[in-house]
T-cell receptor, first 113, second 112 residues
Framework: EAQVTQNPRYLITVTGKKLTVTCSQNMNHEYMSWYRQDPGLGLRQIYYSMNVEVTDKGDVPEGYKVSRKEKRNFPLILESPSPNQTSLYFC????????????FGPGTRLTVT | AQSVAQPEDQVNVAEGNPLTVKCTYSVSGNPYLFWYVQYPNRGLQFLLKYITGDNLVKGSYGFEAEFNKSQTSFHLKKPSALVSDSALYFCAVRDITGKLIFGTGTRLQVFP
């Protein structure tokens, strides 16, 4: 089944404790991105990657890192999480930057206390 | 800068009645417009898109959307609402980097 998977689905952590949210897709997509969803703000892009070893900042990159060492994986790293990073995070992928449909993962709900 | 606006936080409709979820856009050049739906505890699912061509676009689950260039709108519609259509709906426009720029979302509540 074609899908985007994220782990973990739920995470409660404390300020400053490094964490990684994994994202993997099995559709051989070139383009992957991370969004965060906050009430009243919709979804905002954090980082995106057009291909392996090619990443770039989205609208809200501060406090986040990403890497794209393999085509299928695009982990999101929070080196020192803070409470304002409490949010719902979605990974998405598409065949290429120009593709019209993006496929979204199920989401990761992160709480930083 | 490109943007979309969803003026209604919530839309309530009775089952069997037609529904409309509003979206207006602001873009330079030709817009690539999308509707996504989010069910509770799920990721976003693609409903439909407008790229070019016919102003009435048909999508999944019986939804359609009407592109209106003069009013810069892309409203989502369905002739007969179902209780199972209750969800959060997002309008989005795609920019040149492939990024989707989302509206703030409209919660659709369909009452039996």
């Amino acid at each position: 089944e074609a899908q985007v998977t994220q782990n973990p689905r739920y995470l409660i952590t404390v300020t400053g404790k490094k964490l990684t949210v994994t994202c993997s897709q099995n559709m051989n997509h070139e383009y992957m991105s991370w969004y965060r969803q906050d009430p009243g703000l919709g979804l905002r892009q954090i980082y995106y990657s057009m291909n392996v070893e090619v990443t770039d900042k989205g609208d809200v990159p501060e406090g986040y890192k990403v890497s794209r060492k393999e085509k299928r994986n695009f982990p999101l790293i929070l080196e020192s999480p803070s409470p304002n990073q409490t949010s719902l995070y979605f990974c998405a992928s598409s065949l290429s930057r120009g593709s019209y449909e993006q496929y979204f993962g199920p989401g990761t709900r992160l709480t930083v206390t | 800068a490109q943007s979309v606006a969803q003026p209604e936080d919530q839309v309530n409709v009775a089952e069997g009645n037609p529904l409309t979820v509003k979206c207006t856009y602001s873009v330079s050049g030709n817009p690539y417009l999308f509707w996504y739906v989010q069910y509770p505890n799920r990721g976003l699912q693609f409903l439909l898109k407008y790229i070019t061509g016919d102003n009435l676009v048909k999508g999944s689950y019986g939804f359609e959307a009407e592109f209106n260039k003069s009013q810069t709108s892309f409203h989502l519609k369905k002739p007969s609402a179902l209780v199972s259509d209750s969800a959060l709906y997002f309008c989005a426009v795609r920019d040149i980097t492939g990024k989707l720029i989302f509206g703030t979302g409209t919660r659709l509540q369909v009452f039996p």
